[in-house]
């Protein structure tokens, strides 16, 4: 079945510095790809998604990109800010199916 | 507009209970799904309603679990006999359809704790 693997938190890092979160996939179909974010007493809202190969997606400083040769879909932002902190998930949808899966989440701490 | 909203926001109870969760999603949205979040873990799906029939329930855990949707808006999921392990967040999301085009906008969550 489909599956998402992404690096597991906390990841802490310093305000201005660049941040990775890794992403990679197994889907039985030709998949999207979607980055969602959690803030702290919200609820999960979409970061960002790509639908084919090589698309690029980006929103408020995040871009990821739709990797086919290494199924992958990184998240990367090159200046975090204290603002960033949140639990960030990767998530797929194939054609024949409605639902998002899911990886565990990556929680990320900026610190000033 | 308003968004998905889920109640009650948390949730304790014994084990043996029933429980029910409500979800209203956005006025308009046709699809609805229903996820858990265990501690440590992802989302897992559980079930999608699209109008008020449900094409895929393969993420129900048990026959413990059902859920139902009145027209095309709130939703409740129900727990039967409930376990310890049922002690989750439930998150419920709705869409304006099922396609790849369509965002799913995520309600808050439910946090059930079973004693």
């Known amino acids: 079945g489909d599956s998402v693997t992404q690096m597991e938190g906390p990841v802490t890092l310093s305000e201005e510095a660049f941040l990775t979160i890794n992403c990679t996939y197994t889907?039985?179909?030709?998949?999207?790809l979607f980055w969602y974010v959690q803030y702290p007493g919200e609820g999960l809202q979409l970061l960002l998604k790509?639908?084919?190969?090589?698309d690029k997606g980006s929103n408020k400083g995040f871009e990821a990109t739709y990797r086919k040769e290494t199924t992958s879909f990184h998240l990367e932002k090159g200046s975090v800010q204290v603002s960033d902190s949140a639990v960030y998930f990767c998530?797929?949808?194939?054609?024949?199916?409605?639902?998002?899966?899911f990886g565990t989440g990556t929680r990320l701490q900026v610190t000033l | 507009g308003a968004g998905v909203s889920q109640s009650p926001s948390n949730k304790v109870t014994e084990k043996g209970k029933d429980v029910e969760l409500r979800c209203d999603p956005i006025?308009?949205?046709?699809?609805l799904y229903w996820y858990r979040q265990r501690l440590g873990q992802g989302l897992e799906f559980l079930i999608y309603f699209q109008g008020n029939s449900a094409p895929d329930k393969s993420g129900l855990p048990s026959d413990r679990f059902s859920a139902e949707r009145t027209g095309e808006s709130v939703s409740t999921l129900t727990i039967q006999r409930t376990q310890q392990e049922d002690s989750a967040v439930y998150l419920c999301?709705?869409?304006?359809?099922?396609?790849?085009?369509?965002?799913?906008?995520f309600g808050p969550g439910t946090r059930l704790t079973v004693t």
């Open positions: 999301a709705s869409s304006p359809g099922q396609g790849f085009s369509y965002e799913q906008y």
């Open positions: 006025s308009g949205h046709t699809a």
């Open positions: 889907a039985t179909g030709y998949p999207s």
């Open positions: 998530a797929l949808k194939t054609g024949t199916a409605s639902k998002l899966t």
């Open positions: 790509a639908t084919k190969a090589d």
